[in-house]
């Protein structure tokens, strides 16, 4: 079964910066697109960018030119590093094996706080 832990999420200001890791164990990692999800309260959970084995990507427009997604094979692990924060990036992030770089997987972390506030 895989397993999916993110870290790097917490309370930032509008403006700065964060980077999120998922870690990825008991699978093939080099074969499989990886990508990251948000869910803000009230609201459904949406891609934030995804990643192919081979390194093309995929963004929401929302976060094109802001966030950067990115993978270490040998670690097994995807990160987000997301620049220019803005108060409507308050969700919970998880990150998700999907199935393509716009169909999601089923197999999803625990996900990982993010909260941009003054």
């Known amino acids: 079964q895989v397993q999916l832990v993110e870290s790097g999420g917490g309370l930032v200001q509008p403006g700065r910066s964060l980077r999120l890791s998922c870690v990825a164990s008991?699978?093939?990692?080099?074969?499989?697109?990886m990508g990251w999800y948000r869910q803000a309260p009230g609201k459904q959970r949406e891609l934030v960018a995804a990643i192919s084995t081979g390194g093309t990507t995929n963004y929401a427009d929302s976060v094109k030119g802001r966030f950067t997604i990115s993978r270490d094979s040998t670690k097994r692990t995807v990160y987000l590093q997301m620049n220019s924060l803005k108060p409507e990036g308050t969700a919970v992030y998880y990150c998700?094996?999907?199935?393509?770089?716009?169909?999601?997987?089923?197999?999803w972390g625990q996900g990982t706080q993010v909260t941009v506030s003054a």
């Open positions: 008991r699978m093939m990692f080099s074969i499989n697109v």
């Open positions: 998700n094996v999907m199935q393509s770089l716009k169909v999601p997987g089923r197999s």
